[in-house]
């Protein structure tokens, strides 16, 4: 089994700037992919952003420019840094791990961007 643990969520203003991590453990294997959804009110859940293995990297149009993934194998830790955040980015972040055909998903962390 996988365990995800997330943090860095919290209330900011439009245009602000946070920082999500996520840290794995349990049973993680060398080859894996990393990477974040989110979910707003009364939406589906969405891709926000993935890293592979080997550091490819792939965004939501929405987020392009804006957010950056990124991650540390020796820590087996993903981040997502976000900055001139928007309103519509508001939700619930999810981190994801998939690894030998298992998605993995931890528990969220509700991000809101609000004046």
């Known amino acids: 089994q996988v365990q995800l643990v997330e943090s860095g969520g919290g209330l900011v203003q439009p245009g602000g700037s946070l920082r999500l991590s996520c840290a794995a453990s349990?049973?993680?294997?060398?080859?894996?992919?990393m990477g974040w959804y989110r979910q707003a009110p009364g939406k589906q859940r969405e891709l926000v952003a993935v890293i592979t293995n080997i550091v490819n990297t792939n965004y939501a149009d929405s987020v392009k420019g804006r957010f950056t993934i990124s991650r540390d194998n020796a820590k087996r830790t993903v981040y997502l840094q976000m900055n001139s955040l928007k309103p519509e980015d508001t939700g619930v972040y999810y981190c994801?791990?998939?690894?030998?055909?298992?998605?993995?998903w931890g528990q969220g962390t509700q991000v809101t961007v609000s004046s």
């Open positions: 349990g049973s993680v294997f060398k080859i894996y992919t």
């Open positions: 994801n791990l998939f690894q030998s055909e298992y998605n993995y």
